[in-house]
């Protein structure tokens, strides 16, 4: 369990030259099957995170290091097959049906001039069962709502069939019955051995399935840690700039803000 | 294990495929048949077996005209459909990019300053079509903000009116008894002048292109994603990018060289193709081809045809092909989200 699937060593990085650093010296390292919140105001590089991780966005100093290789030592097919990202939204201008668009999942393992198998179509098709949008297979993804629109993507990221799924803000569109699904997903997810880093604005979301905790505000890690011990209220209080008090209720744990 | 649910469109696509083919074989012979000699309309087999000049017409003339605008309408439909899922515009047309204006400045500068010989226009227009395809791209290279696909919008917008202006300059320096008729032809687009010599220059150019792009069509779904969302799925997006559009531009270039400026084809087919297949390329691209040969080929007998002199083609697709926009989009969406 305590193998690292993910190591940011000595980070910086910053959007253009002589900009300030959205990250600097950052390093952190998260085992194989953790589930790691990011939390932090708008703006102050929660999805910058993922994209480092992901190998969208290269560190301007510093490594990552994916199942203990260097990012750039990876194809981006091999990439492919080892982390996916479920965007928080994904503006599509062509009405795909849902179940074409989860197929997409499947192109790390597809050469450039293959066609998807009944093998990939099966796979595709249980990632949307999973998500409970099977119904809705032959709907098209410009006629369903932003919720629906993020379980769909999800299902994309599951058809991928990735050791590390990476997360922006999975639940801002969801109503509490499909967040509740998510949450029950994710941990399903995390039992097969997955690893999950996912950014989030609900402390509580980031409560209840997290293992450990990244805490930024204006373009530094101010906390990172277990849970326990990073999610106070205090912490919280300090991120966002606003009075928060964490309690429990029902060995849960739970957030006050005014 | 293949459901209902998905083989339905599948199946649905095959025989719509199969229907769209034998329309095409079915027009593709009556092009050949239809025509003014001896009179306006269509000749019997026996005339084309035993009138000398009925068979020259049909096979020196006819076939080799019948057979480029199959491939300009596959080329730009299938340029149009290429070029709408790499930008993620629905509003895109192969003419995107430069390469429309820079084949139409390339023609016009080889008939006024470079001698009117058509090899050295289409050689001419399909360079600075590439010219301004290179161009582009090299000017999005250097743009430093905006997605990738912002900035060849943008660049391509550039290139071509810095090709409108210098045609604009051309034809002010034609000489307007001879050379300036016969741009303002050129421009308007037409396969009048086909002959074999084309046929056999073009066609196996535009084949190796759109087999390319057939093969690579399941792809083409990915890269109508986010930069950042093709990229986790393990796509080289700049790298496939290029060389899908260089395809693309490619069979574009090919077929406006000889076939002048035919417009609307590559705007519209992709759209009739989508309603009809689905958002899939790897049956809306297919289909948009078979629809483009299509609808190039009627266009190019309506051309030929009901009038003793000859319409530009580019003027009867201009014509129809808005037409037809208009009822589509009135009809429905075009893909266009509010």
Same mark, same amino acid.
Not at chain 1, 175 to 195: C, H, M, Q, W, Y
Not at chain 2, 111 to 130: D, E, H, K, N, R
Not at chain 2, 266 to 280: E, K, N, S, T
Not at chain 2, 310 to 319: A, M, N
């Given at each position: ?113 293959? !066609? ?91 409560? +209840? ?5 990244? !805490? ?43 | ?45 026996? #005339? ?24 300009? &309408?596959?080329?730009?439909?299938? =340029?149009?459909?290429? +070029? #709408? ?201 297919? &289909? ?20 003793? =002199? ?15 926009? +208009? ?12």
């Amino acid at each position: 369990m305590s193998e690292a699937i993910l190591e940011f060593n000595r980070l910086n990085f910053a959007y253009q030259k002589g900009s300030p650093l959205v990250l600097e010296g950052f390093s952190m390292q998260i085992d194989r099957g953790g589930v790691v919140a990011v939390l932090g105001p708008n703006g102050t590089g929660k999805t910058t995170m993922l994209m480092l991780a992901l190998g969208w966005l290269s560190p301007d100093a510093g490594q990552v290091k994916l199942l203990g290789r260097p990012l750039d030592a990876y194809s981006r097919r091999e990439l492919g097959q080892i982390a996916s990202l479920v965007p928080q939204f994904e503006p599509t201008f062509f009405d795909f049906s849902l179940l074409d668009f989860a197929l997409l999942g499947r192109a790390p393992y597809l050469g450039s001039f293959s !066609m998807p198998s009944a093998e990939d179509y099966d796979i595709a098709r249980q990632a949307l069962t999973k998500v409970g949008m099977a119904e809705k297979a032959t709907r098209s993804v410009m006629n369903i709502s932003g919720g629906e629109h993020q379980l769909v993507l999800l299902a994309r990221s599951l058809a991928q069939q990735t050791e590390l799924l990476l997360l922006d803000e999975p639940t801002s569109h969801l109503d509490i019955k499909n967040k509740s699904r998510l949450l029950a997903i994710l941990r399903e997810l995390v039992a097969e051995g997955k690893t999950i880093i996912f950014t989030t604005h609900e402390p509580d979301v980031a409560a +209840m399935i997290a293992t450990s905790v990244v !805490m930024v505000k204006g373009g530094r890690v101010l906390h990172a840690g277990p849970v326990a011990e990073v999610m106070t209220g205090a912490n919280l209080t300090e991120i966002y700039d606003t009075r928060i008090e964490a309690g429990e209720y029902a060995s849960r744990q739970v957030f006050f803000w005014d | 294990m293949t459901q209902a649910s998905e083989i339905n469109p599948v199946r649905r696509a095959r025989l719509l495929f199969v229907g769209l083919t034998a329309a095409l074989l079915l027009i593709f012979v009556l092009s050949l048949l239809a025509g003014r000699y001896p009179s306006p309309g269509l000749l019997s087999l026996e #005339q084309v077996q035993n009138d000398q000049m009925a068979h020259n017409i049909v096979f020196r003339m006819r076939l080799p005209r019948a057979l480029l605008a199959v491939a300009v &309408g596959m080329s730009l439909a299938a =340029a149009g459909t290429v +070029m #709408q899922m790499i930008f993620g515009n629905p509003l895109v047309d192969p003419g995107f990019l430069g390469v429309s204006q820079g084949a139409a400045f390339g023609a016009g500068l080889s008939i006024v300053f470079f001698g009117s010989s058509p090899w050295m226009i289409q050689a001419s227009a399909a360079f600075f079509a590439c010219l301004g395809l290179v161009i582009s791209y090299f000017v999005a290279w250097k743009i430093r903000y905006g997605s990738w696909v912002l900035r060849l919008i943008l660049a391509g917008i550039c290139v071509s009116a810095i090709f409108t202006s210098l045609l604009g300059i051309t034809k002010y320096a034609a000489d307007p008894t001879t050379q300036l008729a016969e741009l303002t032809f050129w421009l308007l687009g037409g396969l009048s002048a086909i002959t074999w010599q084309e046929v056999k220059i073009v066609v196996p150019l535009v084949l190796l292109c759109l087999v390319g792009l057939l093969l690579f069509r399941w792809r083409l779904n990915i890269l109508a994603l986010k930069d950042s969302t093709a990229f986790s799925l393990g796509v080289s997006t700049t790298r496939e990018r290029a060389f899908i559009l260089a395809l693309a531009v490619i069979a574009t270039a090919a077929v406006t060289a000889v076939s002048g400026l035919i417009a609307w084809v590559g705007l519209i087919m992709p759209h009739l193709a989508r309603r009809l297949f689905g958002a899939d390329a790897r049956f809306a691209l297919p &289909g948009s081809m078979l629809l483009g040969a299509l609808s190039v080929l009627i266009c190019d007998s309506l051309s030929r045809v009901p009038f003793a =002199a000859e319409i530009p083609l580019g003027i009867v697709t201009s014509l129809f092909g808005a037409l037809f926009f +208009m009822v589509l989009m009135m009809s429905g969406s075009v893909g266009v989200k509010k």
